[in-house]
């Protein structure tokens, strides 16, 4: 009877992740054959795609599964070759159980620009996902594109993969699959606020106002675990010390108003300049600006120095 009930319990499982692919298909999230989606049945054993089928025609037993490794112990159909990226997340997070990866337009869109997805313009956006971090690129399939994700998987479950798309993490299939709906939109919105001049920031206060309200709907938010006083909720990301040298997001097309505001001083604080500033003249204008500006990102804060997450002293730049 157990032994039934196991199976049954699987099969339900196979059929919600086709109704996930059906979604994810359904919403334009995952052209053709793309994007991937996993489940953790136990310990060592993983349900997965298969590669080289539509998300939205999947029948329950044209899924995988394999180990914690990747290797393929059962299925008729060959897995997703980026099953590496579930299986390192779920590695780092013994509380995962399901991850959805795919292509949603609008989101991808800022993961290939490069841009940080602002804060403190929707509540909804901050309960339910918060900080979003963004992975360097790296050549998809295996490990080391794979690896990008550990510096910020421990305190987030949305991660845009840069110039690839986004990964979301979460406790069941419908969970991992919602949080990818929910940056999408949350992405769209933001792009059509271009046209209307922009979005238009809340502060700090409001800001922290919303994350305390996390726990009370289980949600996790590594910020209240480092203390929200004296954070700059709205300007720095959360990850910013976790970046590397040579890959650091920084706002071009969604720059919060403190930062605006830091920009239009230094601007203004500058001597009268020519015209037509020469190069030495321009470079020095260019700096002073910078300048101005990073002092009002860093707030004084320091740097960890480890280019890792998971810890407090990796956040130094926003807390």
């Not at 032994?3 to 059906?22: A, D, I, Q």
């Not at 979604?23 to 054993?45: H, M, P, Q, T, W």
């Not at 550990?150 to 991660?159: A, G, L, V, W």
């Not at 238009?200 to 006083?229: C, M, Q, S, W």
Request: glycine share 10%; hydrophobic share 35%.
């Amino acid at each position: 009877m157990s032994v039934n009930g196991n199976f049954m319990g699987e099969w339900k499982l196979r059929e919600e992740m086709c109704e996930v692919g059906r979604r994810v298909y359904a919403k334009g999230f995952a052209a053709a054959n793309d994007g991937n989606i996993s489940y953790r049945l136990d310990e060592n054993r993983v349900l997965c795609t298969p590669t080289r089928v539509s998300k939205g025609f999947m029948k329950p037993d044209d899924l995988c599964i394999v180990d914690l490794d990747g290797n393929q112990v059962s299925g008729k159909r060959k897995r997703s070759s980026e099953i590496l990226l579930h299986l390192t997340i779920m590695k780092q997070r013994p509380d995962v159980r399901a991850v959805v990866h795919c292509h949603p337009p609008h989101a991808t869109a800022f993961a290939v620009a490069h841009e940080p997805i602002p804060k403190c313009t929707m509540p909804e956006f901050e309960v339910f996902l918060g900080e979003v971090a963004i992975t360097p690129y790296e050549t998809p399939g295996g490990q080391a594109f794979a690896d990008t994700v550990i510096p910020y998987i421990k305190d987030t479950d949305t991660i845009l993969l840069a110039n690839h798309g986004t990964v979301t993490a979460g406790s069941d299939l419908m969970d991992a699959y919602f949080k990818t709906e929910i940056i999408d939109a949350y992405c769209r919105i933001l792009i059509l606020t271009k046209s209307l001049g922009g979005p238009k920031y809340y502060n700090d206060a409001k800001a922290a106002e919303l994350i305390r309200l996390k726990p009370g709907i289980g949600v996790r938010d590594v910020r209240l675990e480092l203390g929200l006083e004296n954070c700059d909720l709205c300007g720095n990301s959360l990850f910013r010390e976790g970046y590397s040298e040579s890959f650091k997001p920084e706002p071009h097309a969604f720059i919060p108003d403190k930062f605006q505001q830091a920009v239009q001083q230094a601007a203004c604080a500058m001597p009268n300049q020519p015209a037509k500033a020469d190069g030495a003249e321009f470079e020095a204008m260019v700096q002073a600006i910078t300048d101005q500006v990073m002092r009002v990102m860093g707030g004084g804060a320091g740097s960890s120095g480890n280019g890792q997450a998971g810890g407090s002293g990796s956040y130094a730049g926003a807390c």
